[in-house]
């Protein structure tokens, strides 16, 4: 069993910032990939970013690249999404994911963590 546990969410103003923490803990297994996705109200999940764990290797959605920034801390099997600029369309429940492929769909998923971001 695999669970990831996603903390940082909370209430911001418009133009401010917030940190997402994602822990990964269970049973060991091999991540290529960790991302994070949010889904708003009465929206399909979206992409938001992701990082090839074995080299850091980054990806983002254009609507939050240069603002957000996704990183990783192997020893704590910890992957991190730095917010910057945020703006009231971030808000979503913002949720952490795991692939244990190059290919394919995300295996495990988060519970996801909530972000509002008032104007």
């Known amino acids: 069993q695999v669970q990831l546990v996603e903390s940082g969410g909370g209430l911001v103003q418009a133009g401010g910032s917030l940190r997402l923490s994602c822990a990964a803990s269970?049973?060991?297994?091999?991540?290529?990939?960790m991302g994070w996705f949010r889904q708003a109200p009465g929206k399909e999940r979206e992409f938001v970013a992701t990082?090839?764990?074995?080299?850091?290797?980054?990806y983002y959605a254009d609507s939050v690249k240069g603002r957000f920034t996704i990183s990783r801390a192997m020893a704590k099997n910890t992957v991190f999404l730095e917010m910057n600029s945020l703006r009231p369309e971030d808000t979503a429940v913002y949720y952490c994911?795991?692939?244990?492929?190059?290919?394919?769909?995300?295996?495990?998923w988060g519970q996801g963590t909530q972000v509002t971001v008032s104007s």
């Open positions: 994911a795991a692939r244990e492929s190059s290919i394919g769909p995300y295996d495990y």
């Open positions: 269970g049973r060991t297994f091999s991540r290529h990939y």
């Open positions: 990082i090839i764990w074995s080299d850091g290797s980054t």
